[in-house]
């Protein structure tokens, strides 16, 4: 018994190396989009930068401090980034009703606009790339990711629910 167990120890090793291969390979890719997105927002946008607005965008309006522990980064470099947005017109920060010491941090029309205009290319090619996958096996990537992310076990044969996103 022994023996099976090293080997499927061995197995496993094997499959999570492989695993880590492709995630390096995934990572590099998904940087290149993210540097190439950020120049189509504005010409020499830093990649952090993009992504602060692509928070921002997506769980906005929010604070300093939240946009802060969502990104897991320096609350200096945001400001600077924030600053860098507002000055491009790209976001607005106002008085939050809640707590007059904070300001709620907003993505503007145009800097939803070019935030699409940047996403769109991107978003086409992982839709091509999933061309030949069947629906059902989307859902189980996206669920099997989202369990990954969160530390979680899908139970045998869990799929999303088409439709749903796995990852919110």
């Known amino acids: 018994m022994g023996d099976m167990t090293s080997e499927n120890d061995a197995e496993r090793q094997a499959a999570v190396h492989a695993l880590e291969s492709s995630f390096s390979e995934l990572l590099t890719t998904f940087r290149r989009y993210i540097a190439e997105a950020a120049e189509r927002v504005s010409p020499g946008m830093l990649p952090a930068t993009f992504k602060t607005l692509s928070v921002v965008s997506r769980f906005g309006p929010i604070t300093l401090s939240t946009l802060a522990e969502r990104l897991a980064t320096d609350k200096g470099f945001l400001s600077r980034a924030i600053s860098d947005l507002e000055g491009a017109g790209l976001v607005t ?13 907003a993505v503007t029309p145009l800097g939803q606009e070019r935030l699409d205009d940047a996403r769109a290319p991107h978003e086409s090619r992982l839709y091509e790339a999933l061309t030949d996958w069947s629906v059902d096996d989307i859902a189980h990537l996206s669920t099997m990711l989202h369990a990954l992310a969160v530390g979680g076990v899908p139970a045998a044969g869990e799929r999303s629910p088409r439709g749903a996103d796995a990852t919110r």
């Open 93 to 105: 920060r106002t008085l939050d009703p809640n707590d007059r010491r904070s300001r709620l941090i």
